[in-house]
């Protein structure tokens, strides 16, 4: 045989035994193009678990990673600068704590949109997927495409799970064209730090046991090979589903990554009080015990403590530097159920909550594998409006990067004197997300295919961003 005949068919010879089991395994053509995609598409990685924090509302830029000294007094955040651990680099005294780790954190000061996105939803469903919502085929929450491509690490945990899911938001994730068994669990948590807080689906009636479980499963699995349904794309989607449900339930391992109390004092004590803090050590919960995609997208809840409060995300129309509510008179509404910026339930309890994260997952020796992201849809108005807020603007802000091989104590990028528009090294959602899939060891240049063959090649539009590496 001709030598370089037979490396051609040394080289495929695994792809044509797989193609040849179509009849004997019943795989359809759909089903080996997955199959395909599921064992091309990846390659060596830097990260085994991303976490991603969404604070969404629009965090303003220019009152926390992006101070502007220098703009008109009129428009300047009012807070003071404090000096990071990183030389040259401040921060706003929002983020006293953070800026004592700063050294271990990359910020991005140059993120804005190539394709203008404003709206909540739109910026929401931006940063779960790394696309601009409206193209000609839903695409999936990055998530999705982790637990497509890599499963999860932990054998009865879900793969990608968002928690506390009570956001308005909470609804823009997306399972796209991938089986829905890859969309996100759904942890429910309307305060975490409740003692008394639960996961409701994990408390299995005592009458069902793992021997009821098996039996089910032995007949479901004969009813499939009788129908024929063990190549249908949804029997197999709920089959998969009824599985991962019972490994959960019969799980200790499960019910321990959503129990706080297993924490000790002290930890629940370097979180912080009150629901984000709680938030944030589940999603660290998580990671540890296998999680391979979290997300994180706190809204704090209404409680005696914050009346009015009753949407406490970062969408500071209206009085953002009041002290308590911002619906005070003058306000024009689009602020309404909100607090100052600089009350405990938004910055305070961020920087507390994201400083014990950082130092917590480096401690137990899960910062070097978890990339962590902490991520806004966009920033605020470098201009105070007459409302005494700042409005949405795409145009420039700020996004923090850490773990997984990041080198911290750097700033990417940087913004003009007022915080208006990017001036040097700009990045945008598509190339976070590229930055992701590719610390993930997922193949940008190999596509997934829709059940109807259409490849999509995933942040097409972005670049992973090397200098953070």
């Not at 060596?44 to 007094?73: C, I, N, Q, R, Y």
């Not at 849809?377 to 997984?404: C, L």
Request: aromatic letters at 8%; charged letters at 20%; one cysteine or more.
């Amino acid at each position: 045989m001709n030598p370089s005949f037979r490396r051609f068919v040394d080289s495929n010879r695994r792809q044509w035994i797989q193609a040849g089991a179509f009849n004997v395994l019943g795989l359809s053509l759909p089903s080996w193009m997955a199959l395909q995609a599921q064992t091309g598409n990846l390659r060596k990685s830097k990260a085994s678990s991303v976490l991603l924090l969404v604070e969404h509302g629009g965090m303003s830029h220019v009152d926390t990673w992006d101070p502007k000294p220098e703009a008109p007094a009129e428009h300047r955040t009012p807070f003071d600068l404090v000096p990071t651990q990183t030389p040259g680099v401040y921060f706003t005294k929002l983020l006293s704590r953070t800026a004592r780790i700063s050294d271990k954190l990359a910020v991005i000061r140059s993120m804005r949109h190539i394709k203008r996105v404003n709206d909540h939803p739109g910026g929401m469903q931006f940063m779960l997927s790394g696309e601009a919502p409206g193209g000609p085929v839903e695409m999936p929450d990055m998530g999705s495409v982790a637990s497509y491509l890599l499963g999860t690490k932990g054998k009865h945990l879900p793969a990608y799970v968002q928690l506390p899911a009570t956001s308005e938001m909470a609804h823009m994730t997306r399972v796209g064209f991938l089986p829905r068994q890859h969309g996100v669990f759904k942890a429910i948590a309307h305060d975490a730090s409740d003692p008394d807080w639960h996961m409701e689906c994990l408390q299995r009636n005592p009458e069902f046991t793992e021997s009821r479980w098996n039996d089910r499963r032995q007949l479901l699995a004969s009813v499939n090979r009788n129908r024929a349904l063990a190549a249908d794309r949804e029997a197999s989607a709920l089959d998969e589903f009824h599985a991962e449900a019972a490994n959960m339930l019969f799980s200790p391992h499960a019910a321990r990554a959503f129990n706080l109390a297993t924490e000790s004092a002290d930890t629940r004590e370097q979180y912080g009080p009150g629901h984000r803090g709680a938030c944030y050590l589940l999603g660290r919960k998580l990671i540890e015990a296998g999680v391979r995609f979290v997300t994180i997208d706190v809204r704090w809840p209404l409680t005696p403590e914050t009346p009015k409060g009753i949407d406490l995300n970062w969408d500071h129309h209206d009085f953002i530097y009041a002290k308590d509510t911002c619906e005070l008179p003058g306000a024009g509404g689009g602020g309404a159920g909100r607090y100052g910026i600089g009350h405990w339930v938004m910055a305070g309890s961020l920087d507390r909550a994201f400083s014990a994260l950082i130092t917590d997952l480096d401690q137990r020796g899960l910062l070097d594998q978890t990339l962590v992201c902490l991520l806004t849809e966009f920033g605020r108005t470098p201009k105070v409006n007459p409302q005494q807020g700042r409005d949405h603007w795409p145009d420039a802000y700020s996004i923090v990067m850490a773990g997984a091989g990041i080198r911290g104590g750097q700033v990417i990028g940087a913004t003009d004197q007022q915080g208006a528009f990017v001036r040097e090294s700009p990045h945008s959602p598509e190339d976070v997300a590229a930055t992701i899939y590719d610390s993930l060891g997922i193949d940008l240049g190999k596509p997934l295919y829709t059940p109807d063959q259409r490849p999509i090649y995933l942040a097409h539009q972005g670049k992973p961003i090397k200098t953070l590496f």
